[in-house]
C-alpha cells in the first residue's frame, strides 16, 4: 500500500472542532481509545487494562514466537533479534509513568479535531525488559550517524499520508534517556493493544515516543522525516508555526474524585468531616516533584507527599480536608523540582498538545 | 450515605441529547468506558483488557483477603463464603459473549443522554468460576421466596437515587440461566474494573444482569425495587411508557473493518483483490447463529460459518470478497435459530438500549 493509493487526501480531512459539543468520530474515537478510571490513581500501579490506550491505527495482531527486531541501516554490524533472545538479555523492570500528549486536549479552547481527552491518558505500570542503549551500540552506529528511529507494525492514514508509525531519538537522546526495550507488564506479557510482543518506553517523555508493535530500529545519517516525528506531536501557536518537538511530560497531578459519584455528570456527593483527599503528581524527565497544592473555596493547602523511590514514576500525594456542608470545586496543582508549576489555565496550542491545566472536581458536601 | 443526602435530585437531571453531536458528559464517560478494539473480534477471546467496560459508579477497591460473600435474606440457612472457600468449589471456566444493554445507543435517533456506544460495548472472555445454583440451594431459600438479590459493593447516583448497584433473578430464571459466580478471567485473577475479586456472570444476558464487586446474595420475598432493576433497564417507547424489562442479548454481528484505516475518521483502505472479511456473531440465551450475510454494493451476500462448541460464546464468519475499485459501505446481518434477524436501522427505545441494528463499515477499495 503506498501512498498513490490514497483516497484520504481529499476526501477525509478533518473537520473544525465546536468548543462544547463534540462529533461522532470523535467519540468513536474516545470510545476506542480507553483512558484511566480516576479512582485507580489510589493505586501505585495502574490495573491491567486500565492504563490509558491511545493506538492511531489498527492494533497489529503479531505473532511473538515469529517476531523479530532488524537492526539495520548506518550500523557496521547490523543484527536481529528474536523474542527469546531478547528476554535472555539482562532484566530490568521498572514502575513509569506515561501520558499522552493529548491529554487534556478537551479542555483547550478553540477545541482540536482529535481524540478529546479529558484528564484521563494517563497510567503507570511496571515494564519489564532491557535497556536499549548496549543493543544500539553492540551494532555499531556508522560515525555519520544522526539519529535513531523506531518503526511499528502499526500502518494507516493521517492528514491524507499513509505511513507506519515511527519516531526518532538522536544519538545523544538516547545516552541521557533511560529507554527501555519491553516485552511485559505489570508481570504479564505485553497486551496486543499495549504493543505486544515488542515496544520501546522512553520514560519521562509524553507516549508518542514510546512505540509499539516494534519492528525495526534503523541507524540514519539524515534526521527522520516520518510523519509523526515530522508532521504531528509539535507544539504549534498558529496554523503557520513551523512547531517545535513535544518531548518531556509537563509537570501534573490529578486527584481520586472524592466521595460518591452522578453517573452521568461524574460530580460527587461527600460527607462531611474529614476526607482524605489523594492523588498523584509527576513531571518530565526524571525531574521530582516538589509541592502539591489543593484549592479549596478559594484557599491553596500544602498536600504531604509520599516519599517515592521510582524516578519516573507519580508521587502519590495527601491532604486531610474538613470538609464543611457546600459546593466546591476543587483544584490540585503541583510543582517540580526544576520550579515549573502547573497553570489554572489551558496552555495554548493548536492541537491542544500537553495541557496539564489543573483540574477540577465538582464536589457537594452535605 | 442516605438517599436524603441527595444534591443531584434538582441539579444534575440529564439534559436532552442532540441528534450528530455529543456533549462534555457524554464524552467524559466514554473516555471512561472502553470498548473492545474491533480488529480484535479476529481473536475468539477478547485481549485482557480489551473488553468491555461499563461502570456506573466508581471501581471498589476490595482486598480479596477480607473479603466475603453473604447469603443472607429469606433463605433457611444462611452463610457466608470467602474466596479461598469459593475457590475450592467445583470449577468451570467458559467462553461467554457479553454486551452491554446500551452498545448502540449513539446510533438511535433522537439520541438518548448516556454513554455513547456506538458498536464497541461487547467482548468475550474465558470466565473461571463456580456454577452459582447449587449455593443458593445450599441456603434453602424458604418456600415463601420469589428472587434472589445480587448486590456490588458500587455506590452512587443515578436520577436524583443514590444506591448500591443490584440486580435481581427470579428462582426459575437461576434454574434455567447457567449463572457463574466467576473470580477469574482470562487465566488471571478478576481484574478490579471487571469486577474483583467476584462477580456473577448471566450468560446470554446483556451485561447489567452481571453484577461485579458482588457482595451479598439475598432471599427476597417481594419482587427487588433496585434502581437497576425496576428504574432502568427497561425497554420504552415514550417516557410514560411502564417498560419491559431487558434481558437476553439480541442476535447480531460486526465485523472486522478491513484494509487500513484513517487515523480519525476510521474510513478504511481496502487494496483491490480478494479481500477475506471476518467477524464475529452471537445471540442471546445461548441461541446459536444459523447465518450471516454480508451487504457489499446493494447485494447480499451468505458468509461461512466456523464451527462453535461454546454455547455462550460468539461465532466466527468469514466471506472473501473480489473487491473491485470503488467506494463502499459494507453491513453485516446475523440470523439465529429462532430466526430473529438483526434490522437495517436502529430498533426504537427511548434510551437507546439493544440497539442491533447491522454494522455499516466505509471503506474505499484501490
Known amino acids: 500500500m503506498t501512498q498513490s493509493h490514497n483516497p484520504f487526501k481529499t476526501s477525509v480531512d478533518r473537520p473544525e472542532a465546536q468548543d462544547g459539543v463534540f462529533s ?39 505473532d511473538a514466537d515469529e517476531h523479530q527486531l532488524n537492526f539495520c541501516g548506518a550500523f557496521a554490524e547490523p543484527y536481529r533479534l528474536n523474542l527469546s533472545e531478547i528476554k535472555a538479555l539482562p532484566q530490568v523492570t521498572m514502575p513509569i509513568t506515561m501520558e499522552c500528549a493529548g491529554n487534556g486536549r478537551a479542555g483547550v479552547s478553540p477545541r482540536s ?39 511499528g507494525a502499526d500502518y494507516g492514514f493521517d492528514k491524507g499520508i499513509g505511513h507506519y508509525f515511527g519516531r526518532s531519538l538522536t544519538l545523544e537522546q538516547l545516552e541521557k534517556l533511560d529507554v527501555l526495550l519491553v516485552y511485559a507488564m505489570n508481570g504479564v506479557p505485553l497486551l496486543p493493544q499495549h504493543g505486544a510482543p515488542l515496544r520501546i518506553i522512553v520514560p519521562g517523555w509524553y507516549g508518542m515516543a514510546s512505540v509499539k508493535w516494534l519492528c525495526q530500529i534503523e541507524a540514519l545519517t539524515q ?42 455528570s461524574r460530580k460527587r456527593l461527600v460527607n462531611a468531616g474529614n476526607v482524605e483527599l489523594i492523588g498523584r503528581a509527576w513531571s518530565g524527565a526524571g525531574v521530582a516533584i516538589e509541592k502539591v497544592e489543593i484549592e479549596i473555596a478559594g484557599e491553596w493547602h500544602i498536600a504531604e507527599l509520599e516519599k517515592n523511590d521510582n524516578r519516573y514514576a507519580w508521587t502519590k500525594w495527601i491532604f486531610n480536608w474538613q470538609a464543611e456542608a457546600g459546593e466546591y470545586i476543587l483544584r490540585c496543582r503541583a510543582t517540580d523540582a526544576n520550579g515549573n508549576s502547573q497553570p489554572l489555565d489551558p496552555p495554548w496550542d493548536i492541537s491542544g498538545f500537553a495541557n496539564n491545566a489543573a483540574q477540577s472536581v465538582h464536589v457537594f458536601v452535605e
Open 113 to 151: 479535531y482529535s481524540m478529546p481527552w479529558m484528564y484521563e491518558a494517563v497510567g503507570t505500570s511496571e515494564w519489564k525488559g532491557t535497556a536499549l542503549l548496549p543493543l544500539i551500540e553492540k551494532a555499531r552506529p556508522q560515525s555519520e550517524v544522526v539519529e535513531i528511529s523506531f518503526m
Open 24 to 62: 461522532h468520530p470523535e467519540v468513536l474515537l474516545a470510545n476506542r481509545n480507553s483512558g484511566i478510571l480516576l479512582e485507580t490513581l489510589e493505586l501505585d500501579v495502574t490495573p491491567t487494562g486500565a492504563h490509558y490506550l491511545l493506538n492511531h491505527f489498527d492494533v497489529p495482531l503479531l
Open 223 to 264: 534526521p527522520f522525516d516520518g510523519f509523526q516525528q515530522v508532521k504531528t506531536y509539535l507544539f504549534k501557536q498558529h496554523k503557520n508555526d513551523p512547531g517545535k518537538p513535544i518531548r518531556e511530560i509537563r509537570v501534573k497531578s490529578l486527584m481520586v474524585p472524592p466521595g460518591v459519584p452522578d453517573w452521568t
